[in-house]
């Protein structure tokens, strides 16, 4: 919590002022940086593909105004396509926008637009960030699937944020050579996002060779709810609605719920501190060469400048104690077999009438329970959960032991309310 008051007093005193917004390229929704097209019905998985992931022959802008004009465009694709280019029934419909080098949290772009995020059908709402443009793309239904990248919760928080699913896959089962890198040594993954669970599935079987054999088999082994553990965690300032409605949702379905206790709740928080020490610490080493120019976004200036304090004061600390919360991980998965947050500690908020400050980044920043698995390697995924007294959802985050998506999807399967 220190680390995160001390990051509100910094940022504020870096960003007196909302500069202007600048435009740029616009597409539906703002939901693309580039929009190629694609029919919905005709046979073929339309695909969005997040613009930090390179496609030969087309700029990987990072979401920045700076690269889109100024880096040359990419040699070959990004590992992570290898599957999507070789299935002749799916179409890569466009190139997703996002937050500038991947490092906000609201889904604000001053430059390329910010996504359009109608999640009750009438009022602007955040997107969320960073993979913005893929959780708008597929909640408007622009694309069957969209991949985003996930260093702190890039693709859970929009999924929360757009009422979609998304998930975070185990840190380095799928490759992210060619992806344009905020920490790649520790936190970077990539993942699908969906409308809905097939959708789900079939993205990730995008990604990984062979999954939708392992997740028919996680729907054999645990065909219901009854044998499976959660270890319900509690996170100190949540909406006392959506922890009802996240509790409720368990319970009706026949899960075995564990509550877990103030001790791992303890390391659960130290875990997120420290994994966003060094997602800010590893982003300013990745991107601070960009910032002599004046086309850099202000409120990624600051999370930069805060990531060169945090490099000197807090990152080694930090990943010293990884090993320790990896260990404490592994042994609440001797007891469960998965844990159950809120993705966000509260309802995704409205976007601002005025321009993103730092202090709204930093809101949303403190919102998210993502980045401590991120931290770990582990997978997680958001659903969404509908709230009785809301007409917006909130999202469920379960997590998983390493390399456990398909039972993770199959448990996401057995949460809804139609399975």
């Known amino acids: 919590m220190l680390n995160r008051a001390l990051s509100l007093i910094f940022l504020v005193s870096l960003l007196g002022s909302c500069a202007p917004l600048r435009s740029g390229e616009r597409s539906r929704s703002n939901a693309f940086t580039a929009y190629f097209g694609g029919e919905q019905n005709d046979g073929t998985l339309r695909v969005a593909v ?77 997107p969320g960030g960073s993979s913005s443009g893929s959780a708008v793309a597929v909640s408007t239904g622009q694309a069957d699937v969209a991949f985003g990248t996930d260093t702190g919760g890039s693709v859970r928080v929009p999924a929360a944020c757009c009422g979609i699913y998304g998930l975070k896959t185990t840190f380095g089962l799928v490759s992210t050579k060619g992806v344009f890198p905020v920490s790649p040594k520790y936190l970077d993954t990539v993942g699908p996002m969906a409308a809905d669970l097939p959708h789900l599935v079939e993205g990730m079987g ?94 990624t200036r600051a999370v930069l400048a805060k990531g060169a304090v945090d490099r000197v004061t807090g990152f080694d600390a930090a990943v010293k104690r990884r090993a320790a919360w990896k260990k404490a991980l592994a042994r609440v998965f001797q007891k469960v077999d998965f844990i159950a947050t809120p993705t966000l500690k509260i309802l995704p908020p409205r976007l601002p009438f005025w321009r993103s400050t730092s202090i709204f980044e930093l809101i949303i920043l403190n919102a ?3 980045i401590g698995i991120n931290l770990s390697g582990n997978p997680g995924l958001a659903m969404p959960i509908e709230m009785p007294e809301s007409n917006v959802p909130t999202s469920l985050q379960l997590i998983g032991p390493p390399l456990s998506e398909a039972e993770l999807l199959n448990a996401c399967r057995l949460l809804q309310i139609k399975p």
């Open 50 to 126: 997040k613009d930090l992931i390179d496609m030969k022959g087309m700029v990987t802008s990072a979401g920045s105004e700076y690269l889109s004009k100024n880096r040359p465009p990419a040699k070959r694709d990004a590992d992570c396509l290898a599957i999507t280019r070789a299935r002749k029934d799916v179409q890569i419909v466009g190139k997703a926008n996002l937050t500038e080098f991947a490092i906000t949290v609201s889904g604000r772009n001053g430059y390329f637009g910010t996504p359009v995020n109608r999640l009750d059908g009438k009022h602007k709402f955040i």
């Open 368 to 370: 998210q329970n993502t």
């Open 206 to 299: 995008l990604l990984q060779q062979g999954f939708k054999g392992r997740y028919s088999s996680a729907v054999s082994a645990n065909p219901s709810a009854r044998q499976i553990r959660i270890g319900r965690l509690y996170i100190a300032g949540t909406d006392p609605a959506i922890d009802k409605a996240i509790d409720d949702r368990l319970a009706a379905k026949g899960f075995k719920i564990v509550k877990l206790d103030a001790d791992f709740a303890k390391k659960w928080a130290q875990a997120e501190a420290d994994g966003e020490t060094i997602a800010t610490s590893d982003a300013w080493k990745n991107d601070s060469k960009y910032t002599d120019s004046f086309e850099i976004d202000s409120n």
